[in-house]
């Protein structure tokens, strides 16, 4: 036989103060004296008492569930992302619901759909796209939806992103100032925002130096198709330098390359885009634009509460922070190149 479960009621008996206490000492941003805190949580321990954080939310409208969509978490970005946006969340007294979706319409609005039914108080879509109708559904529903990490034309939403742009054109700069004459690009999946951006601050950065690339192939953001970009360049086009779309994929690349007794950074020069630890790994040492991911997260979090808090200010508005370019190994070092990152 199970035993019943505690109440507030009763919590509030044990410690001698009112029930109206005690909910404020459970609900994240209500105040409450240290001395009734220590009272309540003390009765609460001994008695075994649990909140119901369910039923709160069906009296005051508020889950303090944040939903997060993610496209795929193989790219080890994005479980950095996860851990951070979770962490600052928790801060603010706001748990997250992660539902992971994949790059196709229908795919996103599915899930979309699952966590407004979850009557959750806010969105963060990672590396998703919103079609207008399901944006409209989002809005009229009253639910906040921030975009990390891709934008889209249009937006009724806030974005944040990092400066894809200028970061595409810190690579060319970059690689052209190594000397390099035969440069390749693998872009990220051109049917998202960030492959776009970063191939056009790319080609932007080589015409200003009267640069072509050799060729530009779509990675589509997977290993194994970045792996065969990888094959297909050294057959046809012979490159001496790769910008590769995301460090996920750069990885792959240079995998392949070794495989085929290609030295990386001296043979071929590689530079990835994100930083994520595995880069500073010694197997990789892979030079990268750093994502600012902390500066990223706060921007998130900092505008998803801003339009919680006062639903009927919040403006659409895109806000991109720039990430400096970390010099490693897998590429050569222009002579008097500073490495900012360090």
């Known amino acids: 036989m199970s035993a019943s479960k505690v109440?507030?009621?009763?919590?509030?008996?044990?410690?001698?103060?009112?029930?109206?206490?005690?909910?404020?000492?459970?609900?994240?941003?209500?105040?409450?004296?240290?001395?009734?805190?220590?009272?309540?949580?003390?009765?609460?321990?001994?008695?075994?008492?649990?909140?119901?954080?369910?039923?709160?939310?069906?009296?005051?409208?508020?889950?303090?569930?944040?939903?997060?969509?993610?496209?795929?978490?193989?790219?080890?970005?994005?479980?950095?992302?996860?851990?951070?946006?979770?962490?600052?969340?928790?801060?603010?007294?706001?748990?997250?619901l992660i539902f992971t979706a994949p790059n196709s319409s229908d795919g996103v609005e599915s899930v979309i759909q699952d966590l407004m039914d979850y009557q959750v108080d806010g969105i963060v879509a990672a590396s998703v796209s919103l079609s207008s109708d399901l944006a409209e559904r989002a809005t009229q529903a009253g639910i906040p939806v921030v975009l990390f990490n891709r934008g889209q034309d249009h937006s009724p939403f806030v974005e944040?992103?990092?400066?894809?742009?200028?970061?595409?054109?810190?690579?060319?700069?970059?690689?052209?100032?190594?000397?390099?004459?035969?440069i390749a690009h693998i872009s990220g999946w051109q049917g998202s925002s960030t492959g776009r951006e970063r191939r056009q601050g790319f080609g932007e950065g080589l015409a200003a130096s009267g640069v072509a690339p050799v060729a530009t192939l779509d990675g589509m953001y997977s290993r194994e198709v970045a792996m065969e970009c990888a094959d297909r360049l050294l057959k046809e086009q012979d490159p001496d330098a790769i910008f590769v779309g995301n460090d996920?994929?750069?990885?792959?690349?240079?995998?392949?390359?070794?495989?085929?007794?290609?030295?990386?950074?001296?043979?071929?020069?590689v530079v990835g885009y994100d930083d994520v630890p595995m880069a500073a790994w010694g197997a990789y040492d892979l030079t990268t634009i750093r994502q600012p991911v902390n500066r990223?997260?706060?921007?998130?979090?900092?505008?998803?509460?801003?339009?919680?808090?006062?639903?009927?200010?919040?403006?659409?508005r895109r806000e991109t922070i720039d990430g400096p370019l970390i010099v490693r190994g897998s590429a050569r070092v222009p002579e008097g190149w500073l490495d900012e990152g360090v």
């Open 160 to 182: 944040v992103t990092s400066d894809n742009i200028a970061g595409g054109r810190q690579v060319a700069e970059f690689l052209v100032a190594g000397g390099h004459q035969r």
């Open 248 to 269: 996920h994929m750069a990885f792959a690349v240079i995998d392949h390359l070794r495989k085929q007794g290609v030295e990386v950074g001296r043979e071929v020069s």
């Open 7 to 96: 109440t507030s009621t009763e919590v509030a008996r044990r410690a001698g103060v009112s029930q109206s206490a005690v909910s404020r000492v459970f609900t994240p941003g209500a105040s409450a004296s240290k001395a009734t805190i220590a009272k309540v949580r003390k009765a609460a321990e001994e008695l075994g008492y649990r909140p119901n954080n369910l039923a709160r939310a069906m009296v005051s409208g508020k889950s303090r569930i944040i939903g997060l969509v993610v496209a795929y978490l193989e790219n080890q970005f994005y479980p950095i992302v996860l851990e951070k946006l979770s962490n600052a969340l928790q801060e603010q007294g706001y748990h997250i």
């Open 296 to 316: 990223m997260v706060e921007a998130t979090v900092s505008a998803l509460m801003a339009h919680i808090d006062n639903p009927n200010t919040a403006a659409p």
